[in-house]
């Protein structure tokens, strides 16, 4: 994950927690030395099944294109966002 200060690739991970579905990371960027968190979220295998099925069908859409020479459009669009939010968690 990049710095959201600096966009630098050289974080590294300071502390962990873990509660049943989701993991919260502390992270320090080593170049600018700014600390930010993380959350990963488990999600139930059907909560992610109609996007993987979005995203397979995409795929395919672009290969089928890319084989005939057409110009492909991207329609399917990630649905998390990338800058990460301070957990609400009475831990921090």
Not at 47 to 67: C, N, S, Y
Request: charged share 35%.
């Amino acid at each position: 994950m990049n710095c959201p200060k600096c966009s630098s690739s050289n974080c590294g991970v300071i502390d962990t927690f873990q509660s049943e579905l989701e993991t919260y990371r502390i992270k320090k960027c080593k170049d600018c030395g700014f600390k930010f968190y993380t959350e990963e979220k488990v999600k139930p295998a059907e909560d992610v099944q109609p996007i993987f099925a979005r995203w397979t069908k995409e795929r395919l859409r672009k290969m089928r294109a890319k084989k005939k020479g057409v110009e492909y459009e991207q329609e399917f669009k990630s649905e998390t966002s990338s800058v990460p939010r301070k957990p609400t968690s009475p831990l921090f």
